[in-house]
């Protein structure tokens, strides 16, 4: 069974900063792309951020030059450094991942479970 369970969420004062943390376990061949997703109430879930296998990267414009994806592919885990927060940044933050399980052939999409984070003073 393919597992992600993200940490790091909670309250944060405008200007502040969090970091999120996102781990895949289970029985795992391969982690494509991962990516960083949120749903703020009444609005629909967006991409915050995307990180290849590869290390390449791709940010949605309200979070460029604010926040940074990354990723430790030996650990199977997926970072997002969340700097000078905004309250507009307040949401449920999901992440997603492409993982191909050792029992399949192909890669298919799972979710977080989904963290807070509330940008308030």
């Known amino acids: 069974q393919v597992q992600l369970v993200e940490s790091g969420g909670g309250l944060v004062q405008p200007g502040g900063s969090l970091r999120l943390s996102c781990a895949a376990s289970g029985s795992i061949f391969s982690i494509n792309a991962m990516g960083w997703y949120r749903q703020a109430p009444g609005k629909q879930r967006e991409l915050v951020a995307v990180i290849t296998s590869g290390g390449s990267t791709n940010y949605a414009d309200s979070v460029k030059g604010r926040f940074t994806i990354s990723r430790d592919n030996a650990k199977r885990s997926m970072y997002l450094q969340m700097n000078s927060l905004k309250p507009e940044d307040t949401a449920v933050y999901y992440c997603?991942?492409?993982?191909?399980?050792?029992?399949?052939?192909?890669?298919?999409?799972?979710w977080g479970q989904g963290t807070q984070v509330t940008v308030a003073s």
């Open positions: 997603a991942a492409k993982i191909q399980a050792t029992h399949v052939t192909m890669h298919y999409d799972y």
